[in-house]
């Protein structure tokens, strides 16, 4: 019998939250987009790699929570079929970084992790692109049908689509925060 969840605690302002069953503390994140920098460079926009910075937040954030387990849902990477030097290098020291300071971390593969798996290290778990069921809530990334498991999950958790509500003044001036978006859903069965 599956543990059921019993609290899910948004990790506000961060983009990440903690599931806890009565025998595991389980932190989720998504669409990190790592490698995002050689998009805009090929745009004429030149940003040093975000990637250390981006491992010092979530460490941060794994140290002052203490998960059991870290489930990232997916996107690791930033381009969709290919493999871009910054990607292989950046890619596994995040990874090899995390494993450090986390006892397990698995990934659900979303659309922009083609080759995702030649860059993890082995200690990472590379899971379904259809995702995962922890209790009673399913994890997926959002790019394709969820397990089916996930028919008889309570709460349904996806990635993939970066909502955002902008703030804006009346000279213009805008502020761009990512946020969480909870809505119901009918059951079919």
Request: glycine share 8%; with cysteine; hydrophobic share 45%.
């Amino acid at each position: 019998m599956p543990q059921r969840v019993n609290q899910l605690s948004l990790l506000s302002p961060e983009g990440a939250f903690l599931l806890s069953t009565d025998s595991e503390r389980v932190m989720v994140i998504s669409d990190l987009h790592i490698g995002w920098e050689v998009a805009l460079a090929e745009e004429g926009v030149h940003v040093p790699s975000q990637t250390r910075r981006l491992f010092e937040r979530l460490k941060g954030l794994l140290v002052s929570q203490k998960p059991d387990r870290l489930i990232v849902l997916g996107d690791v990477k930033h381009t969709v079929s290919k493999i871009d030097f910054e990607e292989w290098r950046d890619v596994p020291w995040f990874f090899e970084e995390t494993c450090k300071v986390v006892p397990k971390v698995q990934v659900v593969p979303g659309n922009h992790d083609g080759d995702l798996e030649a860059l993890l290290p082995e200690s990472v778990e590379l899971l379904s692109p259809r995702g995962i069921v922890l209790g009673d809530v399913g994890l997926f990334h959002g790019h394709t049908w969820p397990e089916i498991g996930m028919l008889s999950c309570i709460m349904l958790v996806a990635g993939h689509v970066h909502p955002v509500v902008v703030f804006s003044d009346l000279v213009g001036f805008r502020i761009t925060k990512q946020v969480w978006i909870r809505a119901s859903c009918n059951k079919v069965l």
